[in-house]
């Protein structure tokens, strides 16, 4: 029975115990190359000074080692071999491969030969449930060239999020959005929205120990997407697992986008048949037409928030054509940058699509002509189909993105899940405490979560710390031209965290970074222009003289004027300490009872 913070529920506990794996869509080697390069590579003074630890068991021998013992983590070995090096991992690594009950897989490479003291742990992205496997589970989001990863120094580890998902090569998309794994299993959700990122940690950390005879120095979490929701909830959760956490594009009002954002998305630009009414082709002259009235002198947005385009200045004088739109496709593009709203024209998500994400649009909001929208044809539709219906609550709602109302009830009705899965509390005080260092960052053209609630976020944590503490633990790098986790028609590389490793290390605080922008929107592309970012809010600014498109040409400027850091919307009372809940369960005559309110378990 739901009260003002706590409800209940019944559920039968039922455990299952499936591997599956999923390719990835990034080679390892755009991130660390090939081996004959590795040797040439200078690493930095602290990984240096850092002596190498050798394994005190053999990697075999860790299946027949009993990790059983954790409260809320037990933990069974299922396979531990050794994989040489070639394409995939730089160094002979001891892979480890396990499960903690009920559901969550995780694999960790373990460095044979030249183990420096450090745990990387990678969050997973999307709805989870696939363990990443190779050659991506041995890289990290926003690290490219880190020389600690091309090294093969670190001990990397990843996990499913604490269920298997569908899998379907030949429906990928409608596959890494599913969320019929979460049907009646509270215990899937809980772990997916936070559980799984600390059970991983204790089994990984137990192998490191069992492997090595110590726990690892320093202890880093990565993740972008789901995943850098994930480190947020980490650090806001789970404070001395981890030293240093690299939050990318993340997903921190995560209940109200993939209920309402995207289903905005669907329903404003679908015609009666399910097609769209703003297709792809008119996309490129949309796009053009927002960089001739925002972008700056090399061709980006440096702020969306000083956009003001209207889309009713390309409406067609005339006849339909490819370089102009019709006023219906029109009123989508301006609703789809405003977001949805509700029957009072509050905001139901942090915003929507900004200025600059056009290009994004095809084949997700925008779809070609005739084409109808569903789970294999637009990941607006997909990620916002059965989140609504399968995890929103804890049993299935029947609302999907056909049905969905876009009214402060439902908003109410659908909320519910943001206590547990939202990662809004903005007293760090604890990671802080612990030394913890947080690197926020994600791209000004992200489309697929808004960065203004990244900003909402940012700004609650300012305000509950205080700006001068905040700075010492905490930073945000927004990025122009950058669209969810590093994609975009330029798609960018680069590198937070090496120093995030310095920050932890060495006290060095992060400033200037630089970002390469590639051609033809691939990383494996030549890289056509450097731009550098700075914490937020300074902005980096032309200095009139050199390449427009090198980042030497740059120099740190002033925040952007006239501008808020908070977006008013529906959830905005969800970025306080009292909003986190934490759910355990209780046995109830033979059936177990899930509780979940403001009190934190003695387990996870």
């Given at each position: 029975m739901k009260t003002a913070n706590t409800f209940s529920i019944l559920f039968t506990y039922l455990s299952h115990l499936v591997l599956t794996q999923a390719s990835g869509v990034r080679s390892w080697l755009r991130c660390c190359g090939v081996t004959a390069v590795l040797v040439a590579i200078a690493l930095p003074a602290a990984a240096a000074n850092l002596p190498v630890v050798t394994p005190i068991v053999s990697c075999a021998d860790l299946q027949f080692m009993d990790f059983s013992q954790f409260p809320?983590?037990?933990?069974?070995?299922?396979?531990?071999?050794?994989?040489?090096?070639?394409?995939?991992?730089?160094?002979?690594?001891c892979l480890v491969t396990g499960t903690i009950a009920p559901g969550v897989q995780f694999n960790i490479f373990l460095p044979t030969q030249n183990w420096t003291g450090r745990l990387l742990m990678q969050g997973c992205g999307g709805y989870c449930g696939n363990l990443i496997t190779l050659p991506?589970?041995?890289?990290?989001?926003?690290?490219?060239?880190?020389?600690?990863?091309?090294?093969?120094?670190?001990?990397?580890?990843?996990?499913?999020?604490?269920?298997?998902?569908?899998?379907?090569?030949?429906?990928?998309?409608?596959?890494?959005?599913?969320?019929?794994?979460?049907?009646?299993?509270?215990?899937?959700?809980?772990?997916?929205?936070?559980a799984s990122n600390h059970k991983a940690t204790v089994a990984v950390k137990a192998i490191i120990q069992a492997y090595y005879g110590q726990q690892p120095n320093f202890s880093y979490f990565d993740g972008c997407s789901s995943g850098g929701r994930a480190?947020?909830?980490?650090?806001?959760?789970?404070?001395?697992?981890?030293?240093?956490?690299?939050?990318?594009?993340?997903?921190?009002?995560?209940?109200?986008?993939n209920s309402f954002l995207h289903a905005w998305n669907v329903r404003v630009n679908s015609r009666p048949d399910g097609t769209s009414i703003l297709t792809a082709d008119k996309i490129p002259a949309l796009h053009a037409a927002v960089l001739a009235a925002c972008a700056d002198n090399s061709g980006m947005i440096t702020d969306p928030r000083t956009c003001h385009f209207d889309a009713t200045t390309i409406i067609c004088p005339g006849a339909d054509s490819p370089s102009c739109?019709?006023?219906?496709?029109?009123?989508?593009?301006n609703l789809v940058w405003r977001g949805p709203v509700d029957e009072n024209g509050k905001l139901l998500s942090p915003g929507d699509q900004p200025y600059g994400t056009?290009?994004?649009?095809?084949?997700?909001?925008?779809?070609?002509?005739?084409?109808?929208?569903?789970?294999?044809?637009?990941?607006?539709?997909?990620?916002?189909?059965?989140?609504?219906?399968?995890?929103?609550?804890?049993?299935?709602?029947?609302?999907?993105?056909?049905?969905?109302?876009?009214?402060?009830?439902?908003?109410?009705?659908?909320?519910?899940?943001?206590?547990?899965?939202?990662?809004?509390?903005?007293?760090?005080?604890?990671?802080?405490?612990?030394?913890?260092?947080?690197?926020?960052?994600?791209?000004?053209?992200?489309?697929?979560?808004?960065?203004?609630?990244?900003?909402?976020?940012?700004?609650a944590v300012r305000k509950q710390m205080g700006a001068g503490a905040a700075a010492s633990f905490i930073t945000l790098y927004l990025i122009p031209g950058v669209y969810h986790c590093a994609g975009g028609p330029f798609a960018a590389t680069m590198d937070f965290l090496t120093p995030l490793m310095n920050w932890v290390e060495d006290n060095a605080s992060p400033g200037r970074q630089v970002v390469s922008y590639h051609a033809t929107g691939s990383s494996t592309s030549p890289v056509t222009r450097t731009r550098p970012v700075y914490p937020y809010p300074l902005n980096a600014v032309y200095t009139g003289q050199g390449d427009v498109n090198s980042a030497s040409n740059y120099v740190?400027?002033?925040?952007?004027?006239?501008?808020?850091?908070?977006?008013d919307w529906a959830g905005l009372m969800h970025y306080t300490p009292a909003w986190q809940w934490w759910c355990s369960w209780k046995d109830a005559g033979g059936l177990a009872v899930m509780s979940c309110g403001t009190l934190r378990p003695t387990t996870p």
């Open positions: 809320g983590a037990t933990t069974r070995i299922n396979s531990a071999a050794v994989v040489m090096p070639g394409t995939s991992v730089p160094t002979p690594q991506i589970a041995y890289s990290a989001s926003a690290a490219d060239g880190c020389p600690r990863i091309l090294s093969g120094e670190l001990a990397i580890a990843g996990h499913n999020g604490g269920h298997v998902g569908w899998s379907n090569s030949t429906r990928f998309l409608a596959s890494i959005a599913d969320g019929t794994w979460a049907i009646n299993d509270p215990q899937a959700l809980v772990d997916f929205f936070y480190g947020l909830q980490v650090a806001q959760r789970y404070p001395n697992d981890y030293d240093g956490i690299l939050a990318g594009s993340p997903t921190i009002d995560n209940t109200a986008e739109l019709t006023p219906a496709q029109a009123q989508v593009a056009e290009l994004a649009w095809a084949g997700s909001i925008a779809l070609a002509p005739g084409v109808r929208f569903s789970q294999d044809t637009s990941s607006e539709f997909a990620f916002s189909y059965d989140f609504p219906n399968y995890m929103a609550r804890f049993s299935p709602t029947g609302i999907t993105n056909q049905n969905i109302q876009f009214t402060s009830n439902e908003f109410a009705f659908l909320d519910l899940m943001s206590h547990i899965n939202d990662p809004t509390d903005p007293d760090l005080s604890a990671f802080a405490g612990h030394g913890g260092k947080l690197i926020m960052w994600e791209g000004w053209a992200d489309q697929g979560t808004s960065p203004y609630g990244t900003l909402n976020y940012y700004d740190s400027g002033p925040p952007t004027p006239g501008v808020s850091d908070v977006l």
